[in-house]
C-alpha cells in the first residue's frame, strides 16, 4: 500500500510534533494537551494497557477451567479474577474503546471541525478515566483482596463480603463520570461544531453512531452512579436501602443496575456499528446503501435499548405482565440491527471489494455479532430464557456480541485508522495471518460455551462435572490460539507505528474528510475545510469507470 | 443564528456562549436523572410500605421545610436578577445578589445542620439501635431521607462554590456584560438546586 503512487508532499509538522502547551516535548505535553488527537491517544495508551491486564486474567481463568477442580488457583481468587476481568473489560476497556479513543481523534475532523467544543472538559474526562482506572487497580492491590461480586455487584452480597468492594465502586463511579463528560461534549461538538456545509445527513454514518452513543451515555449512566454510591453508602452508613435485612430490596438494586447496565452494551456495540458502515462502503467502492436507514436505526437502537432492562431478570422475579412486555421490546430491537447487517450486504453487493485487514475484521464482526444476536433473541425469549439463564450461553452470547462485536470493531478501527494516526503503515500480510488467527481462536474459545451452557453447565463456577471437560478443553485451547493471534496483532501493529513505511494521506481510497487532511494530521486538523457537498460516501467516480469498462 | 454566523462564532473566535448554554443543560439532565434513580427507589418503597412512610413522615417539621423551601425559592429568584443585573453593565449590583443568593444557601444549610441534629439527638439516624427497632418501612424512609437531603445539600454546596468562582470572576474581570455565560450557567444550576427540592419537600414533609 505504501508503494502507492503519491505525489511527494511537502509535510507540515503534525500534531506529533506540534506541543499546545508550554511543555515542547516529554511526558507533560501530552499528559497536559487538550488536542483532542493527543487526548485520543492517551485514551489508546492507557486502554490497551488494561486490556493486556483483563486479557491476562481471561487467559487464568480459561487454565484454570481446563479441568475440573482445583487446576492453578484457589476459588476464591478465581470469583476476583472474574470480577476483575469483567470491571476492566467494561468499564476501562470496550465502553471507552471507540468513542473515546477514535471519537477524539477522528468526530471532530469528520465535521469539518478544529477540535471539540471544550477541550479542557475532554482532558479533564480523561483525568477521571486514569483516576477510575487506579481505584480498580487499587482494588487489586490493597489489603482484603480485590472484589469478588462480579462485576454486577448485587446486593446484598456485595454490601457483606468484606473484600475491597468500595475501591471497586469508585472506579466505576468516577470512570461513569468520564463516560458523561465524553458523551455530553461529543452531543454538544456535533450540534454546534459541524462544517456550515455539513447538515446532518452529510454527516459519515460513524459520527451518527456517536451521536447515539452519546445520548444513551448521557442519559443511562448516572442512574447507575446513583445507585452505585447508594451501594457504597450502605456499606459505610449501614442506611437501609437495598439489604433485606433493614428492609430492602435487592431485585430493586438489579432493576437499577440494568437500567444502566443494558443500555451500555449499546453504548460499547453502537460505535462498533458506526466503524462497520465506515470501513464497508470504502473498501467495496460502493456509496453506502440505505444511509439513513443506518443513521435512524443507530436512534433506534439507542431507544428501544433502554426498555428493555428487565430481560436480564427473568428469573428474579416479575410479574407476567412486566416479563411479557420486556420480552416483546426485546424483539422489536432486534430490528434495527438486522436493518443495519442488510445494508451492509448491499453496500457490498456488486462492490469492488479489496479485502484488507480492516475489512476482513468487519467481516467477523457482522459474523459473529449476528451468532450474538440471534442468541441473544433466543434469551429473550421466555421459555427459553428459563433454561438457559445463568448458563455459561449467556457468557458466549454475551462476549460473541461485545468482543466478537466490539472487540472486532476495535481492532477493525485500529487496522483502518492507526496508519492515519501515526503516519506509518503496518505490514499487511502480517495482519491479515493475524486476522484469521484471532478469528479462528476467538471461536474456537466461545462457541464450546453455548454448547455446554445448553447442555447445563453453569456460569460463574469454579467446578463443574467431568462430562463438560471436552468443551472446557477446547475453550481453554481456544484461548491460546486468540492470545496467540493477539499478540500477532498486536506487535505488528507497534512495529508499523515505530517503523513501518510512510503511509500515504489516503492509503485505503476513503472520502470522509479525515482522507482528506495530511497524514498525520496538522495541529488543527484543517487550514481550510474541503468541500463537503458531496457527502461522505461518494464513489461514483469509481462506478462510473466500472459502467465504461463493462 | 445563520450558518454564516455560526462558522465565524465556532472558527475563528472559539466561543459559543450556545453551545456552552447547551453543554451545561445536558448536565442538568444527567443531574436530574441522577435524582430520578433516587426518586424511583422512593416511589418502590413507599408503595410497599405506605403506612409505615406516614407515620415517619410526621416526624419531620414541616416549618423548618417550609423557612427552607422559601429560602431556596427566593434565592433563586437572586440569581436570576443577578444575571439581569450583568447584562445590563451592573456589576455591583450584580455581585451583590449573588452574595444574597449565597447568603440564602447558608441559610438553608444551617436549617439542615439544626434538622439533622435534632434528628439524631432523637436517636434517628442510620445504623442506630432506636431507629433499627422500628419497622421496615420506617427504616427505608429515614434511610432515603438522609440520602436524598443529604446529596441535595451537597448540592447546595457545589452551587455555593461555583458561585464564589463567579465572585472571582467578575473581580478579574472575566465575566463582563457581554461575557457572562458563565454566571447563566451557574444559576441554571442554582435553578436546579431549588428544583429538586421543590419535589423533596412534598415528597418527605407534606405527604401524610
Known sequence: MAKAAVPVEKLEPSYLDVSTNKYKKGILSWILSVDHKRIGILYLVSMMAFFCVAVFFGFLIRLELIAPGKTIIEAQMYNQLFTLHGIIMIFLFIIPGLPAVFGNFFLPIMIGAKDVIFPRVNLMSWYMFAIG???????????????????????????????????????????????????????????????????????????????????????????????????????????????????????????????????????????????????????????????????????????????????????????????????????????????????????????????????????????????????????????????????????????????????????????????????????????????????????????????????????????????????????????????????????????????????????????????KVQTPPILENFHEVPDVHAGPYDYSKYEAKKETTK | MSSTDHAAAVHQVHRDDYGSRLGMWLFLFTELILFGGLFIVYAVYRFMHQQEFHLAAQELNTTIGLINTIALLTSSMTAAMSITAMQKGNLRFSKWLIWVTIGFAFVFMVNKYFEWSAKIHHGIFPGSKDLLAKPDGEILYFGLYYVMTGLHTFHVIVGVIFFLFILRQIKQGKITSDRYVRLENSALYWHLVDLIWIFLFPLFYLIH
Open chain 1, 133 to 515: 482506572g487506579l481505584f480498580a487497580v487499587a482494588s487489586m492491590l490493597l489489603p482484603g483482596g480485590s472484589a469478588d461480586t462480579g462485576w454486577m455487584f448485587y446486593v446484598p452480597y456485595s454490601v457483606r463480603t468484606t473484600t475491597n468492594v468500595l475501591p471497586a465502586l469508585t472506579a466505576a463511579f468516577i470512570l461513569g463520570f468520564s463516560s458523561i463528560l465524553t458523551g455530553l461534549n461529543f452531543i454538544t461538538t456535533i450540534h454546534r461544531m459541524r462544517h456550515p456545509d455539513m447538515s446532518w445527513f452529510k454527516m459519515p454514518l460513524f459520527v451518527w453512531s456517536l451521536y447515539a452513543t452519546a445520548w444513551i451515555q448521557v442519559l443511562a449512566t448516572p442512574i447507575i452512579g446513583i445507585t452505585l454510591v447508594l451501594v457504597g453508602i450502605e456499606r459505610i452508613l449501614g442506611v437501609g436501602i437495598f439489604d433485606p435485612a433493614l428492609g430492602g430490596d435487592p431485585v430493586l438494586y438489579q432493576h437499577l443496575f440494568w437500567i444502566y447496565s443494558h443500555p451500555a452494551v449499546y453504548i460499547m456495540i453502537l460505535p462498533a456499528m458506526g466503524i462497520a458502515s465506515e470501513i464497508i462502503p470504502v473498501f467495496s467502492r460502493r456509496a453506502i446503501f440505505g444511509y439513513k436507514y443506518i443513521a435512524f436505526s443507530s436512534l433506534a437502537i439507542a431507544f428501544f435499548g433502554s426498555l428493555v432492562w428487565a430481560h436480564h431478570m427473568f428469573t428474579a422475579g416479575m410479574s407476567d405482565a412486566a416479563q411479557f412486555v420486556f420480552s416483546f421490546i426485546t424483539f422489536v430491537l432486534s430490528i434495527p440491527s438486522a436493518i443495519k447487517v442488510f445494508n451492509w450486504l448491499s453496500t457490498m453487493y456488486k462492490g469492488s471489494i479489496k479485502a484488507d485487514p480492516p475489512f476482513l475484521y468487519i467481516m467477523s464482526f457482522i459474523f459473529q455479532f449476528s451468532i450474538g444476536g440471534f442468541t441473544g433473541l433466543m434469551l429473550g425469549a421466555l421459555s427459553v430464557n428459563i433454561h438457559l439463564q445463568d448458563t455459561s450461553f449467556v457468557v458466549a452470547h454475551f462476549h460473541y456480541v461485545m468482543f466478537g462485536g466490539t472487540g472486532f470493531g476495535i481492532f477493525a478501527a485500529m487496522h483502518y485508522w492507526l496508519p492515519k494516526m501515526f503516519g506509518r503503515m503496518y505490514n499487511l500480510k502480517v495482519a491479515t495471518w493475524a486476522w484469521a488467527i484471532v478469528t479462528i481462536g476467538y471461536n474456537a474459545l466461545y462457541m464450546p460455551m453455548f454448547v455446554m451452557g445448553y447442555l447445563g453447565m453453569p456460569r460463574r463456577y469454579y467446578d463443574y462435572l467431568p462430562e463438560f471437560q471436552p468443551y472446557h478443553v477446547a475453550s481453554t485451547i481456544g484461548s491460546w490460539i486468540l492470545i496467540i493471534g493477539l499478540i500477532i496483532m498486536f506487535t505488528n501493529l507497534y512495529i508499523g507505528i515505530r517503523r513501518g513505511p510512510k503511509a500515504p494521506m489516503n492509503p485505503w481510497g476513503g472520502e470522509t474528510l479525515e482522507w
